[in-house]
Structures are given as C-alpha cells and as structure tokens.
C-alpha cells in the first residue's frame, strides 16, 4: 500500500531534549516536505525537499532540522525544542515538486513540548 | 502568487449537493488547481485536481471557468462522513489556506 508513515504518533517530551521525528514513504517519490498545523494558522511548511541531499526551508523553518541522504526518509530534527514548537507535524510525498502532482500526507505526530 | 479565497465554514445536510467556490484571480498560465480534504487529527487528503473546464472522479467534480480566475468544488450528496476542512489550492502546490471547515448536518 502506498503510503507516508511519520512515527511517532505522539510524544510528550520537555524542553531541549533533542528529538527526532521520522518519515518514510514507499512511493518513489522525489518531493518530499513536512508542516505544522496550528489552530488558527493552517497549514505552514517548515522544509522541503526535491531531492536527495537537497533541502530548502520552507515558511517557518527556526529552531528545525533536516535532512535527505536516501530517497525515502526525511527526518525532522529539533534539536533544542522549545514550548512554542508544540503542534501537529504532517510528512507529506509527491512524485515532484511541480503543482501537478498532489501531495500525499501521512497521519501526523503531535508533539507536546513542557 | 495565486491566493486563494474561500469561505471559511458552510453548513449543509445529508443527502444534499454541496458546492464550494474558491477565487484564485493571480493563477497563472501554468498552475494547476487542487483540491484537499482534512479530518480531524489527520493528513489532508488529495480529493481531485484540474487545470480548465470540468472534471469528474469518484468522490467529487471540479468545474473550472474559462478565465480560471475560480473554481468550485462540488460534492454530490453529501453524508456526515464528509464533514471535514476543503482546502483550494493554486500555485505552488504548498501553500494551504485556511480552507473551508464543511459541517453535514443530519
């Protein structure tokens, strides 16, 4: 089945505890991006990546972390977590970067930052 | 940029067709428009894409004018399965709006 899998789901953790969240898909897939959704803002992208070992930052990208060495994963990193990082994370694919090709999503990690 | 402007909440009730319009008056000659749907807790889903005039899938049709400048979204007989954020989409395919947040009444 094709699908994006971000693990965790959750985790409860305390401030500067670096933390990494990781994503996987299974689709080939050359795009690949993660976001934080906030009540009240959306959807706003944090990095993106069109390919391996190439990253851009996205909207919000302080105090975050990637990296692409294989097609397939991109981790999230925060290093120093920071109470205002709390929120919900969404992994997400596409066969490329251009507009054309939707975005598949995986399920989210909340993440709690006491 | 291509912003786009939808309604921020709709209500309707089971059984009925729902249309959702987005304005995107900056597209260019080359975005495409996208459509998402989110539930809560939950990535959002692609629902269904078009560039001009009508398109039809499973779940949902997208009608597109000639000038392009809006579309709508329409779902056929809508359930209370189907209460969830639709979020439009031109441009750059990441770059999410606020969406509109659909409530399906029984």
């Known amino acids: 089945e094709a699908q994006v899998t971000q693990n965790p789901r959750y985790l409860i953790t305390v401030t500067g505890k670096k933390l990494t969240v990781t994503c996987s898909q299974n689709?080939?897939?050359?795009?690949m991006s993660w976001y934080r959704q906030d009540p009240g803002l959306g959807l706003r992208q944090i990095y993106y990546s069109m390919n391996v070992e190439v990253t851009d930052k996205g909207d919000v990208p302080e105090g975050y972390k990637v990296s692409r060495k294989e097609k397939r994963n991109f981790p999230l990193i925060l290093e120093s977590p920071s109470p205002n990082q709390t929120s919900l994370y969404f992994c997400?694919?596409?066969?490329?970067?251009?507009?054309?090709?939707?975005?598949?999503f995986g399920d989210g990690t909340r993440l709690s930052i006491l | 940029l291509a912003k786009t402007t939808q309604p921020i909440s709709m209500d309707s009730y089971e059984g009925q067709e729902v249309n959702i319009t987005c304005s995107h008056n900056n597209i260019a000659t080359n975005d495409y428009i996208t459509w998402y749907q989110q539930f809560p807790s939950q990535g959002p889903r692609f629902i269904i894409q078009?560039?001009?005039t009508k398109v039809t899938n499973e779940v949902a049709s997208l009608f597109i004018p000639a000038d392009r400048k809006s579309s709508t979204l329409s779902l056929p007989r809508v359930s209370l399965s189907d209460t969830a954020v639709y979020y439009c989409?031109?441009?750059?395919?990441?770059?999410f709006g606020p969406g509109t947040r659909l409530s399906v009444l029984p």
């Open positions: 078009g560039y001009k």
């Open positions: 989409l031109a441009w750059e395919n990441f770059v």
């Open positions: 997400a694919s596409s066969l490329s970067g251009r507009d054309n090709q939707p975005q598949h």
């Open positions: 689709m080939n897939h050359e795009y």
